[in-house]
Structures are given as structure tokens and as C-alpha cells.
């Protein structure tokens, strides 16, 4: 019995469409990501073949979120077929196993459901094939075809995941009978795996996460977090305790859960109580006159009809079970958006209502389109599904009236559900004792960038189903609609908000800045969308057949019948006002603001470098010295700059023309004595200008450069958020231009570069010892300056104040406007900004400088410990490295449409989102502000002080040494070892990780280049530990020494090989050895504490035994690995508390063989052992490293 059904199920399937329609759709989306670089799934590839293992295990698990929608309709088609049609009486009575039944229809509909996803492996498959053979992609990106990787991910996620929500999707199609509930079981699933992405947000969560990740996506995304590009082209989907678990979880609840539905269900039908009738008294049958009724169409009818039609419509939406549903998934959602949320170090942010805001997008948005969708279908085909649509569509109305009804309910239901969101966020704001509440600002949010989204989809899919004679193809297109135009549009790289349905400028709300500059063309494109719409609506009206059914055909002949002619005007008036619009919204956005697509942005690099690159080695002067005129008009969003720029020739040659590489999005002039331009390229604003008489060695030059930035009409998206009504911030690359080529405007990513047939490009000029010349440039200028002296005049608006690099001179107020006099306290990098806003500001005077904090009015609640931490700061780095050379030290915040912080001579500027609203309240918490002011103070030093040459290494004593003073400055403020393993378990991660994510080479530490994750991550970990082996002293003195030699001076500029000199001297002859592991190689540690006992010796004196092993592992550029004999010196330490909060005891031992046994005695039980305690060395587990001390049992 089981066999018939079964077979039966796939046969009725197999004769359907759809199955392969579905298994198409897949196969295509994978095959284009597999063949085009436009399209991406899960992130970019890099190193990682586009067929690799790693790549088909993210591919499938993508997919198979997509794939439970479709596997929805073939579960509830499995469950509720027989009762649809009506038969499920008659075949019920037959002599049919219950169980053979039930799972014959289970099992045919699972093997059915995970059929589509196959179109995965095919699309990868076909694209592998076809991607070389037709040259789209190079074949070297192409790696081994691995059958174990198709097998394991059917087996191990395809199938399981299937089984689970099938298993949940066939249980509530049998009990509630209802196609409806069978979708929500569905978004049951959907918003259970999204909640457990909220324990993701904070690696100490991470594996509770990958357990309760009911599709394993996240399981696999933490046994691969630290894969290399190598073991991601081998590896992919392996079978490990976690993933074991987790398969096991879900398995063993989806099997609990099909086996209820089982033992709940029955061939019975159950019999519904009737109440019973009462006799009714005879009707006196007494005759009676009707009253005249008087008809009336007038528009107070018709306001009436539209009243009645909307109540109806609202309240059937609002009161139904799906609703209801809904909104207790979305509030399941926000709450665990709430929960998560980390900024940076496990902290949390104060709940501004931007965040809330923030939290609000990300639920709604899936929740809002889901009713918008779901209720627009359902209020097309109510009546037709009750069987009451010829009654009502008797009625005297006129449809467009109904329609507008049904539009007008759904977009009203949207905003009780963003009422409730905000309800929610407001509840939690005052819960946690956050008091600014700001009801204004989350009602103009939702006007601003929702409620012409919302309109305009209503009204459009209300066409789509009154287009279409089934109520199921019509959410079927309404689907596609939603997620296939974007895909389509995203392939053919077409980027016009004109296009993509119910686009607009993507609006960042700023605390500082409002709504910001794209709030204006976001209006026009949502009158424009909703115009659009508004003609969709009259073309409902058009093919709206009221009584009986039709075609899409004779809906199409219904256009053709005569409307009234009111309505035909109302019509023209609105097709009218739509092309008016289209016109004006065109002629902004693609005419006075042309834009690029991200190919023709491509394109154009290639020309630009085929063109100019035999410029790359003209001789060109340097800037020595730059005067600056500013006018900053903020509430035009405007800028007007002249630059007296003081050229000095440093080559040893005569220089006879200057190289200029402008800005094209500002006006440029240049003028320079005695020069002529002689070539100008329009498209690109590269120009060369003749000089009159040779420009000879050590001789200066003076160029007068007027640039202007003049903001016209509205674009497409905003693309420039350097000028703003409160918040401008410049840096000196924007208003002038650059001196000769442009090597920053080449296409960077060597496999694109094939494409083009572009030679392959270095990221960085190798290493040299005893460079010479190499050395003349700094990476940081790329040799167009070394130290210069800067001086601002800089205006602004009347109510705000403006900031530019250096001391500030003069201020005063002329013709309405402030004007400030800066200039720099000492010849400094060309690298700065100009700043300007309505700011408050914090002042504070620390052995004669000036500390100074620029802040919004709304987030003042952090300044005191900033500016804490800025004394802390420099205090340490004074004692240790050296003077501060500046009068001045400012922290000025600037709005959020960045999210970095930034360092400039004197000068740090903050994103208001990174610093001024985390809560610090709990002093035992790790302390952020701390971490990144002294960081970003740290480069007063490495970076303004000292810079290094444009070469490999050179970011690792401006970025490496920034992030390591930042992490001693904590140590000292913090004088607890092991709150700094909280602080620099994130740099460990963050350097694994990085690793993980190379897409070139990962270089030695003394070899970077520019790779965040090595500076930043490795690099910070590598010195602090260097610290603690060979003591903080001699570090220090190492880097005091070499910022004494090289402090301001030009070229030669040092290279990581120069400073390399300074430490060796300071690392003793035994811990020689780290020098080569820790900087010039790539080294890792697999260290496991194996065992750990004890046992009473005497009373108070304690024997611990412990069996430890420990590895040494070699990595080269692409993560191939290989073990070393390890000969090292490793901490061994036992902790007092299970929490491992302090240490009852520690050693520095000797480890020499990868097992090893050592013997301790103290005076107190410990309550677990570690080798590294404090996690100083890169190991990629470092939870293997501890054990819990158990007693010895006796012999």
C-alpha cells in the first residue's frame, strides 16, 4: 500500500509542469552565478574555484530557503488533494492502510520536494561546462568535479531539511485542511532559522547558533568560518560532531512531529455538532406595501460603497487566523533583533530611535510584503471562493470603486503593522530606561520610505490577479514579480530606480542629518511609482469581469468596452500626470546626473589604464606646501575651494610638463604661470599643461586650483554624502585634483583583469632591503607629497561650525557666514579633512593640549569617558613613544552614511554610529571607546609621525602598532589578563576569518599588503603576545627607537625590514625563533589540553597532572598547511573559577614533542587546566585548549 502511493504521488507530479518549472528556475539562478560575476549567492569567490566544494555546500544551502517555498505546494498538494477534490470520502472508505497511506503521500511528496534542488548541481554543472568553452569565465577558476560534494549535500542537507519542514507542513495541511496554514507552517521555518541568525551577531554565541540552525546553513558556515581558499576547494560539506548534532535535532523533531500528525490522524470524518432548530410560530401572513426607494448615485454614494468596501475588506484581513499569524512571527523577529545587536566587542548600543528604525526595516519588510501579497489574492478572490461573487458583483457599484477599497484596506494594514512595530520598539526603548522617545521620527520614517513601497505594490499585484482566471498563478507572478525582476534587472546590470518597480534612493536617517539628501529624489520617484500604479489600477478596472469568470483573452476584449466617461478622464488625467512625472524624474536622473553602471564603471577602467598608463613614470613634482579657501554652503549642499598649491620638483631631472588627474563630478580650473594646456581629455578630465621654461631640480612652483562641487536637481541614488545640510566631511583627494596617473582607478581584482586581457597587478610593490629610490614614496601619498605645511581659510553657515587641520588661528562672522583660520602645528602628511556642522563641543586642557570633542546635542552621553580616554591615551603613549606634536587633539563626529573612524594630523574624525551611542554603563564590560580612541589617537604617532614606504609591510607599523598601543593602553587601564582574552578574541577571529575570505595571497605579517585582517587582526594579536614573551619594555623600546629615527622625516621612508633591526636586539636568543614564525612566516598552533587531574597530596597541597599536545603548523600564501616539529615556549595555567575569570596559577614551559606530561602542585583546587591560557597564540580551537580538573581516581 505504501509502494502505491508513493508511486503514485510522483507520477500524478511528473505529469504536472511545475515540478520542472521550479527545478528550471533554480538551475538558472545557480547557473548564472556560476557563469557571471553580476550575480553572487552567498559572497564572492576570490581564490575559491566558482565549482568548488565550499561553493556548492553554500549554493545548496541558500537554495534550499527558496526551495521550502516550492516544497510547500508539494507537501499540502500530498495532504489535502483528495480532500480538495472531494474524494477523500470515498477513498477513505475503501479497505486502505492508514499507514500506507499517510507515508506512501509523505515520502513521495518529500523524494518530490527535493527534486527542484537538483537543479543546483545541474546549473553547476552546465555552468562549469559551458563558462570556459563560450569564455565567459577563465577555465583556471574552475576546480575538480567532487560527486562526494553533490552526495554529501543531498544527503546531509537537502534531504534533512526537507524531511523537516515537510514533516512540519504535511502536519498542519492535515489538521487545519487549509492551503493558507500550510504557507505558515512554511514561514514557521523560515523565521526560526532567521531568530537563531540572531545568536550570530557574537562569537560567543556562534555554536549555540550553528545548533539551532534548522537548515544547517549556519552550522556550515561555523565548521568553515576559518577554512582556507585551500581546504574550501577540497572540503565543502564534511561530516563533524556539530553537524551531527545539529542534522540529529531537527531530524529527531521533524520525525516527533510527522509521527503526532500520524497517530492524529484518521479516515473519519468528524461530525459537526447541529444545534437544534426551533419550531417557529406561524407567520401571520399580514400584507404590507413596499416603500419607494429612491436611487441616488451620487459621489456621497459612492463614498459610502467605498466606506462599506474597505471595512469589510480591512476587517477580514485584520481578524483573520493568518494575520494573527504573522504578527506573532514578526514580534518573535523583532524581539530577537532586539536580543542581538552587537556593536563591536559584545556591546550593545543605547536604543535610539534610528536603531529601532533599523530593527523595524528588517523585520517589516519581509512580514509587510508577505500580507501585502498574500491579502491582495485573497481580497481579489474572496467572493469567488465563497461562491457569493455573481451576488455581489450584482450589486449597483462600480468596481473601481471596490478596487480602490481593497487597495486602500491593504495599504491600512500595513500601517496598523507598522504601528505595532513601533508600539514594540517603544515598549523596549522605555524598558531599558532609554527615555527620547521620538513618535515624529517613526511615523515620518514610515512615510518617507515605506508607504509609497507599500501603495504601489498594492495596487500593481491587484492588477496581476485581475489579469489572471486563477487565483494561484496569480501568486505565483506576484512572487516572480517580487524576486525575479530584480534578478533579471541585476544580470543585464540596469540600475534606474525607473525600472525596478517601486524603487527609490536607498534614505540612511541620521540623528545628525535627518532624512539626508536623498530624501528629495525618494519623493519624486515615489509619486512617480504611485502614478504608475494608479494607471494599473485603471487597467484592473478594465479587465475586472464581474458575475462569472473569464479568460485572460476576454478580459483583454473587456478593455475594449466603452467606460465612463468620467473615468476615461480621470484616466487620461492620470496617464498625463505620469508622463509629466517620467519626464521630469528622467531629465534629473539620467541627464543632469548621468551615472555609471557597474559595468560601464568597469569599462571605463580599462580605458582609462589602456589609455594612461604610459604616464604611470613621467617625473612629477611633490606638493610642499598647500594655502586653502573654502566656502561651504551646507544647506545647498554646495562647495567652492581655491588652493594655492606650492609645487617643488625633487627629482634630478628638469620637469617640462605637469600631469593633472581631476575630479570629474567637480568643476575644475587650474592656472599656472607660464603653462599651457595642451591635452584634455573630456571623458576621463586628465590634463597635461606645458610649461613655458623647464622646471628644474629643488625649484618650487605655484598652481592655483578652483574646484567647485554645485549640487543640480536629484539623482538616481546619491553619490555624494560628503556635502550635507549638517555634516559635511571632505578630505583633501575630493576637492583637488590628483598629480598624474591614477593607479587607484585601475581595475584591482587580477581575475577580472584576464577578461580584459590586462596584465595581473600587485597589490603592493614587493619588499626590498636597501631599497633605495624604491623608497622615495610613502603609501600613503604614493610620492605626490612627504610632509607639508597646510593653512585653511574655512566658511560655513551662520549656525555651525567648520573644522580643517591644524590650530585654530582667528574665527569671526562676515556677511552671515563664520569663518575659521587653521594651520597646521607642524609639517604634516597631505592627508585631511574639512569638516562642517551644528555641533556642541566638549573642551579639556591635558599638559597644554587642547582636547576638544565635537558632538551632536543627542549624543552627549558618552563624552566624558571619550574624552577619558583620550588622556588615558595619551598618557601612554607620551611615557612610551614619545612627544605629542600637536596643540590640539579633536574627536568630531560626523553622520553615519559610514560607519569607520578615521585618523588625521590632530584631527579624529567618528561616525556618530561608531562610539557616541554605545552603553558603557557597565563598567566591567569591555570598554570600545577606550579600544578605538586610542586607536585612532595611536596614529598621531604610527602614521603621522612615522610613515612607511609604498611597499609590502608598510601598514604594519601604522596599523599594526596603532592597533597594539590601543590594546596596551587597555591593559593598563583594565590590569586584568584575562579581560584582555575578551578584547583580543575578537582580533583572533577577525584574522581567521580574514584569512578564510582571501581572495589573492595571505601574506606574512612583515609582508602585508594593506590586508585589513593581518594589520588589524593578526597584527595586534602577534605584538600583544610579543609583549607579554619578551616583555612590554622592550617592545616599546623597540618602537620608540625606530619612531625616533624615522619621526618626520621624508624619504628615504622605513620599510617593516628597518624596524625589524630596531627589535631584534630586544627579543632574547631563546625566543629568537618568533621573530621568523610570528613576522615572516605564516604559523599556527593546534594545542589541546588532553587530560587534567589531581589528587590531595596533604591537606592545602594539591598534585595537578596534565596531558597536553601541541602542534606547530606552517601555512603558505593560499592556506596549504603543514606540520612543523614544535620546539616553543607555551603557558600552562590553571584557573580558580569555572568561569575562568582568574588564574590560580601559570608557567612559561618548554614544549618539544607534540604529547606532553607536566606536574604541579598547588595550594587550592583548580577548576580547569589550559595550555595558553590566555589565548596569546593563533589557534584556530581554542576551546580544545581548557579542561575541566577532575580528581584522580585511586589505583
Partial sequence: MFKHFFTTELKYTFKQPMIYIFTLLLGLLVFFAVVSDNVTIGGSVGNVFRNAPHIIAVYTGVMTIFGLIIATAFFNNAALRDHQNQFNEILFSTPIKKSGYFFGRFFGALI????PLLGVFLGILIGSALAPAFGWIEADRFGEFYLSSFV???????????????????????IWKNTVISFVGALAVIVAYIISGTLMSDIENESMAALLDSFGIRTYSFMSKYYTPVEKNTLGLQITPILIYNRLIWFGLGLIILLSSYFSFSFKQKNKKVKAEKNEKAVSRTPFILPKVSINFSSATSWRQFRSFFYINF??????????????????????????????????????TYKMLDIISNVSGLFTIIIVVFFSGELIWRDKDNNINEVIDATPHQSFISLIAKVTSLVAVTIVLYAFFVLSAVIYQLGTGYTRIELGLYFSDFFVSYLGYYIIYSMVLVLIHAMVSNKYIGYFISIALIFALDILLLIADIQSNMISLGATPRIIYSDMNSFGPALVSSIWFNFYWISFSLICLFLATMMWKRGTQANFKEKLQLMRKGMPKSFKIS???????????????????????????????????????????????????????????????????????????????????????????????????????GAELVFEDEDFDYRIYKLAKPFMPGDTIQATINTSYITKGFENQVSNTSIVENGTFLNNFQVLPSLGYNENVEISDNNTRKKYDLPEKERMPALEENCGPACDKNYLTGGLSDFIDVETVISTASDQIAIAPGALIKEWEEDGRKYFHYKVDHPSMNFYSFISARFEVAREKWNGVDIEIYYDEKHNVNIPKMTDAVKKSLSYYTENFGPYYHKQCRIIEFPRYSTFAQAFPGTMPYSESFGFIINLEDESENNVIDAVIAHEIAHQYWAHQVIGAEMQGSTMFSEGFSEYSSLMTMKNASNDPMKMREFTKYDHSRYLRGRSNEIEKEMPLYKVENQGYIHYGKGSVILFALQDYIGEENVNKAMRGFLEEYRYKGPPYPTSLDFLTFLEPQVPDSMKYLIDDWFKEITLYDNRMMDATYKKVEEGIYEVNLKIESKKIKADSLGNETFVPINDWIDIGLFVDADESELLFQRRVKIDQENMEFTFVVDTIPAKAAIDPRHLLIDRVFKDNIKSVKEELAQ
Fill in 112 to 115: 518530490l520536494a527535493t527534486i
Fill in 315 to 352: 476587517l477580514s484581513i485584520i481578524k483573520s487566523t493568518t494575520f494573527k499569524i504573522l504578527i506573532i512571527f514578526s514580534l518573535l523577529m523583532f524581539i530577537s533583533n532586539l536580543a542581538g545587536g552587537f556593536e563591536y566587542f559584545g556591546l550593545q548600543s543605547y536604543p535610539v
Fill in 571 to 673: 484616466f487620461f488625467f492620470v496617464i498625463v500626470i505620469w508622463l509629466g512625472l517620467s519626464s521630469f524624474v528622467f531629465y534629473n536622473t539620467q541627464l543632469l546626473n548621468e551615472y555609471d553602471t557597474s559595468d560601464e564603471r568597469e569599462l571605463l577602467s580599462v580605458e582609462y589604464e589602456k589609455t594612461f598608463k604610459k604616464y604611470e613614470n613621467v617625473d612629477l613634482p611633490k606638493v610642499a606646501a598647500i594655502d586653502y579657501f573654502i566656502d561651504i554652503f551646507p544647506y545647498k549642499r554646495d562647495a567652492i575651494v581655491k588652493a594655492e598649491v606650492t609645487l617643488i620638483n625633487s627629482n634630478e631631472t628638469a620637469i617640462d610638463s605637469l600631469h593633472f588627474d581631476c575630479n570629474s563630478s567637480w568643476d575644475t580650473e587650474i592656472t599656472i604661470t
Fill in 152 to 174: 554529501n549535500n543531498y544527503f546531509l542537507m537537502i534531504l534533512p531539511n526537507m524531511f523537516f519542514a515537510g514533516a512540519i507542513i504535511f502536519a498542519f495541511a492535515n
